[in-house]
């Protein structure tokens, strides 16, 4: 194997890492009020939000993959330092955030860095502007979207429901909420894996080992959601134990509601190859139906966190990257 | 018995309610996006802030 190649195979594996990563941070917000609830034990409950994060790799497409392989940037200036640099700046700015508690999303650095790396590379021109234009402003209109969907439904189920025992509730809740947690999953698996499908097939793409169309091969689609998976069942069990504790108000008709919008809504942005936060979607979900209660009470991270994303994620992430490809290209 | 088919009919009239909010809900989102960014964003971010608006005066004091 010639060095090129064994350069190729590390930044793929370090994608991969990036992604295991992904589901285990995020694997709390699939299931967590699953295990809240007591519908599942964590331990079954991760493995239900694996199982439907890997099977997302059937059917759901690799347009989310499209757009970050070639509708970011130009894939004209890509070569291995350059996807290496967006991956270290992600992953650095992950690191920052993560140590000092800010809730940000590792898409948007993921976006960041790419975006940092190819104004490094080859200046501003490098950059789409469209596909960056359509990016940033799923930022605000994800979250929101969840936000809206979730207090329809929301309070929807409170009218249905006025007349219905409490237990009665409580035991429909409890099995529709498996529902509510694997399509979350699914959808969560689906544009976040997608993500990772996309850095890597256009790194195969510009390295030459796709031919001359750009393309996302089959076994990328797999082993990008097996990561995932994997990520969410190595990591996943301990962080739901936590966030099951902590989120012990939210009741099974409200966990419902923030998942199946949410859920609608990620799904809905796969289908229109648009990558988002899946965290900042069900935040926006959650906040939806804690509206409907006592809207003073809500918690508004999640509006912090978009703030964030538009402040300092992207930026930083990408201010990080182009650091790292100037180091880069000296060597 | 009953109890438990009331759970099951009940969970499939729930399943139908989510199905006729949130399908209606994104097929309005897709007309929009349809018709550009310059529409979409400022038609959700408008109409999430309104509904936030109704909310917050709906629930004071609850």
Do not use: C
């Not at chain 1, 195979?9 to 299931?31: E, M, R, T």
């Not at chain 1, 000092?100 to 021109?125: E, N, R, V, W």
């Not at chain 1, 969840?146 to 009218?159: D, H, K, P, S, V």
Request: glycine share 10%; no cysteine; proline share 3%.
């Amino acid at each position: 194997m010639d060095g090129a190649l064994i350069f190729v195979v590390f930044i793929v594996a370090v994608a991969l890492l990036f992604d295991f990563v992904n589901g285990f941070h995020d694997a709390a917000n699939s299931v967590a009020t699953v295990v809240a609830t007591r519908v599942l034990s964590p331990g079954l409950a991760v493995i239900w939000a694996a199982f439907f994060n890997f099977v997302a790799a059937f059917g759901l497409g690799v347009h989310v993959a499209n757009t970050i392989g070639k509708g970011i940037i130009d894939t004209g200036v890509v070569d291995e330092k350059l996807i290496l640099s967006a991956l270290i700046g992600a992953i650095v700015w992950d690191i920052i955030t993560w140590r000092y508690g800010l809730p940000t999303s590792s898409s948007h650095a993921l976006i960041g860095g790419l975006i940092g790396a190819a104004i490094a590379s080859a200046g501003m021109d490098a950059v789409i502007g469209s596909g960056v234009r359509k990016v940033g402003a799923f930022i605000v209109i994800s979250p929101m979207v969840g936000f809206i969907a979730a207090t329809f439904l929301a309070l929807a189920i409170l009218n249905l429901y006025q007349r219905v025992a409490p237990s009665t509730a409580q035991g429909v809740f409890r099995r529709l909420q498996l529902l509510s947690a694997a399509a979350y999953s699914l959808g969560h698996g689906t544009n976040d894996a997608q993500k990772t499908m996309g850095i890597i097939a256009v790194l195969l793409f510009t390295t030459g080992h796709l031919g001359g169309e750009f393309y996302v091969p089959f076994w990328v689609v797999l082993s990008a959601h097996a990561a995932i998976a994997l990520g969410t069942v190595f990591g996943g069990w301990r962080i739901v134990r936590t966030m099951g504790m902590r989120i012990t108000k939210l009741e099974p008709a409200d966990g419902f509601a923030a998942e199946a919008a949410a859920a609608a809504a990620i799904l809905f942005a796969t289908q229109v190859g648009i990558p988002v936060s899946t965290t900042q979607t069900i935040s926006g979900g959650i906040v939806g139906v804690g509206s409907t209660k006592r809207f003073s009470a809500v918690r508004w991270g999640v509006a912090y966190s978009i703030v964030l994303a538009w402040v300092l994620t992207i930026p930083v992430s990408g201010l990080i990257a182009w650091i790292t490809f100037h180091i880069a290209k000296e060597f | 018995m009953g109890g438990i088919l009331r759970q099951v009919g009940l969970s499939v009239l729930t399943t139908v309610l989510a199905a006729a909010i949130l399908i209606p809900t994104f097929v309005v989102i897709k007309l929009l996006m349809d018709l550009g960014l310059d529409v979409l964003l400022p038609a959700v971010v408008v109409f999430g802030l309104l509904l936030a608006y109704v909310l917050r005066r709906q629930t004071v004091g609850s």
